[in-house]
């Protein structure tokens, strides 16, 4: 039986800042419905991917109320894509790094992501096919 | 597993972080027994002068303490086994000379950044 693929990703931009957040939400959907190991490693402003207070709003510029215009939360795509891993039969592992959500306060976090640090990342890496690193420009 | 990490976008929120957050997630992995090494390109090449110096910062009442010392932790890096590599051209078209530059910083060519990153398992760009 052939060893499963692992890839690890180290994610660094906000989320609603940058396409690169949906790039990276692409590749990572693409790998968990392929049931691949997946190991994501939120540092920085990326810890705010998972950050469970996000809130839906309504949008007077586009006429619609906040039902109407089911605005995107990227916390509803990691617990999507977390779902999606289990029922694949593959694994992701979502780490934030606990010192960038302690700085910016942002301590909640959807259920299925774990605290964790640099350490966590070089360990992923290590044990990772590849490792893809999307950082902030 | 030897790992390259590359920095070409300087002063990330360093004043924030008190530091660049690469240099420091480098010294974290290094700490957990990884082995890396860092190529500074771009404006990057800047964090290994010598003489730098961060004004302390103050908004109103608020002073803060510790200021970023970028020079201080790229030679921390070394200090620990980890080479530095500079782009010799992006130091150039700075006027950045060679003795403005930390001792034992591994000066290289923009046409020998590639066979640098073929001596690595991972070429990380940050």
């Known amino acids: 039986m052939s060893k499963r693929t692992t890839l690890t990703f180290a994610l660094m931009d906000a989320p609603f800042e940058?396409?690169?957040?949906?790039?990276?939400?692409?590749?990572?959907?693409?790998?968990?419905?392929?049931?691949?190991?997946?190991?994501?490693?939120?540092?920085e402003g990326a810890v705010g991917l998972s950050f469970a207070h996000q809130k839906r709003h309504a949008?007077?510029?586009?006429?619609?109320?906040?039902?109407?215009?089911?605005?995107?939360?990227?916390?509803?795509?990691?617990?999507?894509?977390?779902?999606?891993?289990?029922?694949?039969?593959?694994?992701?592992?979502?780490?934030?790094?606990?010192?960038?959500?302690?700085?910016?306060?942002?301590?909640?976090?959807?259920?299925?992501?774990?605290?964790?640090?640099?350490?966590?990342?070089?360990?992923?890496a290590s044990s990772s096919d590849n490792t893809l690193v999307i950082a902030t420009r | 597993?030897?790992?390259?990490?590359?920095?070409?976008?300087a002063y990330r929120a360093t004043l924030e972080e008190q530091d660049d957050p690469v240099i420091w997630i480098t010294r974290a992995m290094q700490g957990a027994g990884g082995e890396f090494d860092v190529l500074l390109q771009g404006n990057a090449v800047n964090y290994v002068t010598t003489?730098?110096?961060?004004?302390?910062?103050?908004?109103?009442?608020?002073?803060?303490?510790?200021?970023?010392?970028?020079?201080?932790?790229?030679?921390?890096?070394?200090?620990?086994?980890?080479?530095?590599?500079?782009?010799?051209?992006?130091l150039d078209s700075r006027g950045v000379?060679?003795?403005?530059?930390?001792?034992?910083?591994?000066r290289i060519g923009r046409d020998s950044v590639p066979r640098v990153f073929q001596s690595y398992d991972r070429v990380w760009r940050w």
Not at chain 1, 24 to 43: E, K, L, P, Q
Not at chain 1, 71 to 76: A, D, F, M, Q
Not at chain 2, 97 to 106: A, F, N, R, T, Y
């Open chain 2, 97 to 106: 000379h060679m003795d403005e530059v930390i001792p034992g910083i591994s």
């Open chain 2, 1 to 9: 597993m030897r790992t390259l990490n590359v920095i070409g976008t």
């Open chain 2, 51 to 90: 003489g730098q110096h961060v004004p302390a910062l103050a908004f109103g009442a608020r002073r803060q303490s510790h200021a970023p010392a970028l020079g201080d932790d790229v030679e921390a890096l070394m200090s620990k086994g980890s080479t530095v590599y500079v782009v010799a051209e992006d």
């Open chain 1, 18 to 43: 940058s396409a690169r957040t949906t790039t990276a939400m692409r590749m990572i959907d693409v790998a968990t419905r392929r049931g691949y190991d997946v190991n994501i490693f939120a540092y």
């Open chain 1, 59 to 124: 949008n007077a510029v586009h006429g619609r109320d906040a039902d109407q215009e089911d605005h995107p939360l990227t916390r509803e795509w990691v617990v999507a894509l977390l779902e999606q891993a289990a029922q694949t039969g593959g694994r992701l592992d979502w780490v934030n790094c606990g010192l960038c959500c302690d700085e910016r306060g942002a301590l909640d976090h959807v259920p299925g992501v774990r605290r964790g640090s640099p350490a966590d990342f070089w360990r992923m």
